[in-house]
């Protein structure tokens, strides 16, 4: 009998119901189906029927310890959507593995379980791959990161932030950026992204011989230092399978994780977390409010600390760092960070300075800063083509 093998996983909603995020949702895999019809769509219909009775069985004994049962109606209620893992279709006949997703709230009502999950402390993934010879994250598509992207989180204690991979994604997250312990540019990073530390996921992909068997070496990384929590290998025919090599590869990596974080192993590093600048203590045995002399005028120890944007080309990624540590050896400045990066255009930095922002704006000047402008906002371009980076200059017509 002839059959049509479908191999890539996806999501279909179920009647008017939508197909949710698995945050929302129990999710069951692996329910495998083999049901005849009168044609192919009917052996199709009974094979999605079929998955969600024998999906709801299952997630009763996963819950509750013993197997339960719905009539089809209330389970049509239930279910937000079937996941194809893999499909063979016939003209009679329909063969699959399938997923299925059942409503949380609702579902843990019926079997009288709770529906609320603890949950970590939210973690940016950067997905790491390396085939051929070649190691990339976000700088171009792969499917380690397609992998990573079709995880659904409903039953896992993980809370992940999974960048789209677009955007800054490329320039903050790149494979150099794993092997980067330094705590400043990852609490910048972490901080873009609303997250508390990092998980660094990876696969190596080795083939054995062309159109031969491919061997997915894992490691589950953690922290800026890329501590391993885990490491496993699986093994797949042929490339056609790379696809399901890398979604198990996820779920065991997810299982290590968890497993780590119940452990108590996934801990944020102290160096991660951010220290508000520490004001200089006062002189031992001085009054608070006594002045100091400069340039022949009294001014006091302490003045309002003042937020100024700056607004600034970036040509390159050194222009960032150029003028980031240009602005902070000005006396008073107490921070500058880039807050929005837009290479080949223009950035912005926030400026922290203790004093009057023409202040500021002055001391700027005579860094061979032009400035433009006034109050909290300023524009600032180097003054003469001399004094810029030439690695860093735009491309001459």
Do not use: C
């Not at 969600?52 to 197997?67: C, P, V």
């Not at 002045?291 to 120890?301: F, N, R």
């Amino acid at each position: 009998m002839a059959m049509i093998a479908a191999g890539a996983a996806m999501t279909l909603a179920i009647g008017a119901s939508r197909a949710q995020d698995g945050s929302g949702s129990f999710e069951v895999s692996g329910v495998t189906v083999d049901v005849s019809g009168r044609d192919a769509d009917a052996a199709r219909d009974g094979g999605w029927r079929l998955a969600q009775r024998k999906g709801w069985s299952m997630l009763s004994q996963r819950l509750t310890g013993k197997a339960g049962s719905l009539p089809d109606s209330g389970l049509d209620s239930l279910v937000t959507g079937i996941v194809v893992e893999h499909e063979e279709i016939g003209p009679n006949r329909y063969i699959a593995r399938l997923g299925v997703l059942f409503n949380r709230n609702r579902a843990a009502e019926i079997l009288g379980v709770s529906g609320f999950m603890t949950r970590s402390p939210p973690l940016l993934v950067v997905p790491t791959m390396r085939s051929g010879g070649v190691e990339t994250t976000f700088e171009r598509d792969n499917a380690w990161v397609a992998a990573w992207g079709r995880f659904r989180t409903g039953n896992t204690t993980i809370d992940y932030i999974r960048p789209a991979g677009n955007g800054p994604d490329a320039l903050l997250m790149n494979a150099g950026l794993t092997g980067r312990p330094g705590r400043g540019w990852w609490r910048n990073v972490l901080d873009q992204y609303g997250a508390t530390d990092v998980l660094i996921p990876q696969v190596t992909l080795y083939r054995q011989w062309p159109g031969g068997p491919v061997i997915g070496v894992f490691r589950a990384g953690h922290g800026p230092d890329n501590q391993e929590i885990a490491r496993f290998s699986l093994r797949v025919a042929n490339a056609d399978g790379i696809g399901a090599l890398l979604d198990t590869g996820v779920r065991r990596i997810d299982e290590a994780y968890q497993a780590a974080l119940r452990g108590g192993v996934l801990r944020t590093d102290p160096l991660l977390e951010f220290v508000p600048p520490v004001a200089e203590e006062e002189a031992s045995g001085l009054p608070e409010e006594i002045p100091v002399i400069e340039g022949g005028e009294a001014m006091m120890p302490s003045a309002p600390v003042a937020s100024v944007t700056l607004q600034f080309e970036t040509p390159g990624v050194g222009a960032v760092s150029a003028a980031e540590t240009s602005v902070r050896a000005i006396p008073g400045v107490r921070s500058a960070v880039t807050s929005s990066l837009a290479l080949g255009g223009l950035s912005l930095m926030r400026v922290e300075y203790a004093g009057d922002p023409a202040a500021l704006a002055a001391a700027l000047q005579s860094r061979g800063w032009q400035v433009e402008g006034s109050g909290s906002t300023l524009r600032i371009v180097r003054s003469g083509a001399p004094n810029a980076a030439p690695a860093e200059a735009p491309p001459r017509e």
